[in-house]
């Protein structure tokens, strides 16, 4: 069973950039979907982005889509979320998470393997 470990929160102003990673460090994703979602302060987890196995194939929430990106390098076994023009209504404990079939991908799909967080706090 994979495990995933997210990096690269913090605390950024509005209308900065934050890169967050999430990387296997035990088995490996690269055959899998992997998604991007946010849980803030009171509210339930909302998906924000997710990738297919090759990183042909992206889907974005509509309320970060235009500024953030999801990529992935499967030789460093990591996936990324580029984040701009950041606002405060995206402070969230952000996860990243697998699909859990091989080369499969359903945008928002369902996802099995989930990291432990990383904080992203955007202030004025």
């Known amino acids: 069973q994979v495990q995933l470990v997210e990096s690269g929160g913090g605390l950024v102003q509005a209308g900065g950039s934050l890169r967050l990673s999430c990387a296997a460090s035990?088995?490996?994703?690269?055959?899998?979907?992997v998604g991007w979602f946010r849980q803030a302060p009171g509210k339930e987890r909302e998906f924000v982005a997710d990738?297919?196995?090759?990183?042909?194939?992206?889907y974005y929430a509509d309320s970060v889509k235009g500024r953030f990106t999801i990529s992935r390098d499967n030789a460093k076994n990591t996936v990324y979320l580029q984040m701009i023009s950041l606002k405060r209504e995206d402070t969230a404990v952000y996860y990243c998470?697998?699909?859990?079939?091989?080369?499969?991908?359903?945008?928002?799909?369902?996802?099995?393997?989930w990291g432990q967080g990383t904080q992203v706090t955007v202030s004025l």
């Open positions: 035990r088995g490996t994703f690269s055959k899998y979907a």
């Open positions: 998470a697998t699909q859990k079939t091989i080369y499969s991908y359903v945008p928002q799909g369902v996802y099995d393997y």
């Open positions: 990738i297919n196995w090759n990183g042909i194939r992206t």
